[in-house]
């Protein structure tokens, strides 16, 4: 079974705030959108996408 998280666990889980989540939808990490306030985020896709993001120099 995946495991769904809060707007409120992935700003912790990443470091940001809430609000960053909720304004950098179209860039932030993919979500679930399960009712007309209610937002989900899969932990493997959240930690995909930062994955993705990691730069090496």
């Excluded at 700003?11 to 009712?35: C, F, I, K, T």
Aim: proline content about 4%.
């Amino acid at each position: 079974m995946t495991s769904l998280l809060t707007r409120k666990q992935v700003a912790e889980m990443l470091g940001v705030s809430v609000r960053w989540l909720e304004e950098n939808r179209a860039d932030g990490p993919p979500y679930y959108q399960l009712g007309d306030r209610t937002v989900r985020y899969d932990e493997a896709d959240v930690l995909n996408w930062l994955r993705q993001r990691r730069r090496t120099y």
